[in-house]
C-alpha cells in the first residue's frame, strides 16, 4: 500500500515558477515507477510525465517539455515537480502516481493515486 501527498500549488504570474512535492509513505517507494498527471476543467487528465523506479529515464509530454522537470529522492520518499515559465494553460490540479510499472503509469491506470493540489497561473 502506497499513499501519496502533493504539496506545494498555489497561485502565480504568468513565467513564475512553483515547485511541487509528492511525499509517499511505505517503505518500497524505491520500487514505484512515479508520474505526475494533471487535470484543467472540462478537460480529461492528462499526463504531465514521469519516471521509472531508478529515476534513469524521465519522460515529458511534449507541451511541458523544456519548462518542467521531474526528479526524485528515495531517501526521503519524495518526487518533486519542477515548474518554469509558467503558462495560463497550465492552471489544472496536478496529482501524482504510482505504480510498479511505469508503462502503466503512463498509459493513466497506476494504482495509486494522490489527492491533487489545484495549480492557478494568472495572465
Known amino acids: 500500500q502506497v499513499q501519496l501527498v502533493e504539496s506545494g500549488g498555489g497561485l502565480v504570474q504568468t513565467g513564475g515558477s512553483l515547485r511541487l512535492s509528492c511525499a509517499a509513505s511505505g517503505r518500497t517507494f524505491s520500487s514505484y515507477a512515479m508520474g505526475w498527471f494533471r487535470q484543467a476543467p472540462g478537460k480529461e487528465r492528462e499526463f504531465v510525465g514521469g519516471?521509472?523506479?531508478?529515476?534513469?529515464?524521465?519522460y515529458y509530454a511534449d507541451s511541458v517539455k523544456g519548462r518542467f522537470t521531474i526528479s526524485r529522492d528515495n531517501a526521503k520518499n519524495t518526487m518533486y515537480l519542477q515548474m518554469n515559465s509558467l503558462k495560463p494553460e497550465d492552471t489544472a490540479v496536478y496529482y501524482c502516481a504510482a505504480d510498479l510499472q511505469f508503462r502503466t503509469v503512463k498509459a493513466g491506470r497506476p494504482r495509486y493515486w494522490g489527492q491533487g493540489t489545484q495549480v492557478t497561473v494568472s495572465s
Open positions: 519516471m521509472g523506479w531508478s529515476g534513469g529515464s524521465t
